[in-house]
C-alpha cells in the first residue's frame, strides 16, 4: 500500500493550509472499511491523531482539540484524502503523516500499518 502526502509549507498564524495525501487504488477497492487520516509529530512530541475517514461511508472522526479547525474530506474518483486547516496556530506546527489501514485503527499510531513520508507544516506567529 502507497500513501503519499503533500502540500506542507510555511504560513501565517490565522491562516489556512490544504494537505493531500495519494492513496493506493487496489485497497480502495479491496477493503469496504479501509481507513486513512492524519497524524502529526512536533519536534521531541509524540505523535499524534488528527483524524480519519472512512473511505466507503465518509464518516470521519477528529481529535476533540481539532474540531472546528480541521476537516478531512476524500476524493474517490482520484483515490486522494485532503486534509484542510484554517485558523492555524504555532501549536500545529508538525510533520504530518497520512496513514491508513483496513478498518479503523483508534487513536494511536500503532493503530495503522501503512504510512506515506510526513510533510512538514510551519506556521509562524
Known amino acids: 500500500v502507497q500513501l503519499q502526502a503533500s502540500g506542507g509549507g510555511v504560513v501565517q498564524a490565522g491562516g489556512s493550509l490544504k494537505l493531500s495525501c495519494a492513496t493506493s487504488e487496489r485497497v480502495l477497492k479491496d477493503a469496504t472499511t479501509y481507513t486513512t487520516g492524519w497524524f502529526r509529530q512536533a519536534p521531541g512530541k509524540e505523535r499524534e491523531f488528527v483524524g480519519v475517514?472512512?473511505?466507503?461511508?465518509?464518516?470521519?472522526i477528529y481529535a476533540d482539540s481539532l474540531k472546528g479547525r480541521f476537516t478531512i474530506s476524500r476524493d474517490n474518483t482520484k483515490n486522494m484524502m485532503y486534509l484542510q486547516m484554517n485558523s492555524l496556530k504555532p501549536d500545529d506546527a508538525a510533520v504530518y503523516y497520512c496513514?491508513?489501514?483496513?478498518?479503523?485503527?483508534?487513536?494511536?499510531?500503532?493503530?495503522?500499518?501503512?504510512w506515506g513520508q510526513g510533510t512538514l507544516v510551519t506556521v509562524s506567529s
Open positions: 496513514a491508513g489501514n483496513n478498518y479503523y485503527g483508534g487513536r494511536q499510531a500503532s493503530g495503522y500499518a501503512y
Open positions: 475517514i472512512v473511505w466507503s461511508s465518509g464518516l470521519t
